[in-house]
């Protein structure tokens, strides 16, 4: 019904690729990071380890269900591990998945996740897909800019949480596939 996500994306500055097992440490960086508000953090036995995330990239490639992908994001001039987007059911549906991207703090401000969710989006429009998904911690003002810039739009759904701040859904509606 659907072509399937590219398994490597090219834009200007970055390169989207299936990940690789030695993807792990960094890949484990980008958890450590993560706000203490959000979801999937390492725990406080030190979980995912390094290795544990190993074995999930060895056994899925494209870390999310067939047909989508979860694409680490490379700087093309130095080949550094900057963080990752592409598509995942999530909260979503594989019809109508959702876009999810992540980059280590060091790589914040350089206009990379924006460039690298305008590739994916453009990819996604390229499967057949219609509609994708987001949800973004109502905290995270800078998830919300990269969203806006490359074409989602607030939508009603709000899943409240009081703990870790209301989750927004946004939605981009892709029309047709370009020719």
Not at 127 to 151: C, H, I, M, P, Q
């Amino acid at each position: 019904m659907y072509d399937d996500l590219p398994a490597e994306l090219a834009t200007e500055r970055l390169d989207l690729r299936r990940w690789r097992p030695s993807d792990a440490e960094e890949y484990r960086g980008l958890w450590a990071e993560r706000d203490v508000r959000a979801r999937r953090r390492i725990d406080a036995d030190g979980r995912p380890t390094v290795e544990e995330i190993r074995g999930w990239l060895t056994e899925n490639p494209l870390a999310a269900e067939a047909g989508l992908g979860l694409l680490p994001i490379e700087v093309r001039a130095t080949g550094e591990f900057i963080g990752y987007c592409g598509l995942t059911v999530g909260q979503a549906t594989f019809d109508e998945p959702e876009i999810a991207y992540e980059l280590a703090s060091r790589a914040h401000g350089h206009g990379y996740a924006t460039e690298a969710a305008r590739a994916v989006v453009e990819a996604a429009r390229r499967t057949g897909r219609r509609r994708l998904w987001a949800t973004v911690r109502e905290w995270n003002a800078a998830s919300f800019r990269v969203l806006e810039k490359v074409g989602f739009e607030r939508s009603d759904r709000v899943d409240e949480d009081p703990e870790r701040g209301d989750s927004i859904w946004m939605t981009c509606e892709l029309g047709q596939p370009l020719a």
